[in-house]
């Protein structure tokens, strides 16, 4: 049974189309919750969520990191699904999941793919199809088994940006990971705002700065000079 777990923060007029999609799509056969782990939003997020039908918990901390591991605790599946609020999944992901668990894949991911029609975001997203860290991207989604999960010792609550780029390198010591063949489709609403290319060179810049070392209150601080 996978638990599906996203993470939220003034996601109103998001949210609730998310968890009805994905009630929408999901058997009951798979899928046992969906759980929004609010991290303080002061707009209708909360209310959304629980209009459709999702578990609603309040993380005690801010940060994807930290309420998407406060999602895990509560969790009651086997198989764990994090999911950004603005990202769609295809409508057989709960299928594919657990097919890929049957395999022995104990973790993985889908492509991804933006809803803007761009000839750059396009490029860059033909990429995630390769199983190379370089290539993943938290928008892409993730499921892991409780059990690599638990052994992994779950998300690094004291990273605010990189956490899903981090967690990867561990999960892969428990275990095996699959990139599914389907996409996932998530909002292009950041590049809309602040440009495909700025935003693109933003991340690229994230990365670099990440591996060299950068402390991660010194990534937020760059980050949130560049991006509005």
Same mark, same amino acid.
């Given at each position: ?80 699904? %994090?999911?950004?609020?603005? !990202? ?8 594919? #999941?657990?097919?890929? &668990?049957? *395999? ?72 095996? %990971?699959?990139?599914?063949? !389907? ?8 590049? #809309?705002?602040?440009? &495909?290319? *700025? ?30």
């Amino acid at each position: 049974m996978i638990s599906i777990i996203i993470p939220v923060y003034n996601e109103e007029g998001i949210v609730g189309n998310t968890v009805r999609y994905l009630k929408a799509v999901s058997g009951r056969d798979h899928i046992t919750e969906i759980i929004v782990v609010d991290g303080g939003s002061h707009d209708n997020s909360v209310q959304e969520a629980k209009k459709e039908g999702a578990l609603v918990i309040k993380s005690f901390r801010k940060g994807r990191a930290a309420q998407m591991n406060t999602g895990a605790r509560a969790a009651n599946g086997s198989i764990l699904y %994090f999911l950004h609020a603005d !990202s769609t999944p295809p409508r057989w992901f709960a299928a594919d #999941i657990t097919e890929a &668990v049957k *395999k022995g894949f104990s973790v993985g991911c889908y492509r991804l793919r933006f809803d803007l029609d761009h000839w750059f975001l396009k490029t860059n997203t033909w990429f995630t199809r390769f199983d190379i860290n370089a290539f993943r991207y938290g928008d892409q989604s993730l499921f892991v088994t409780r059990e690599v999960f638990s052994k992994a010792g779950g998300f690094r609550e004291n990273h605010i940006i990189m956490e899903d780029h981090e967690i990867i390198k561990r999960l892969r010591r428990h275990g095996t %990971f699959i990139v599914l063949p !389907s996409e996932v489709i998530t909002s292009a609403r950041k590049y #809309i705002k602040n440009g &495909v290319f *700025k935003m693109q060179g933003v991340f690229y810049l994230m990365y670099l700065l990440y591996h060299l070392g950068y402390s991660q209150q010194k990534l937020l601080t760059i980050f949130r000079k560049l991006v509005r």
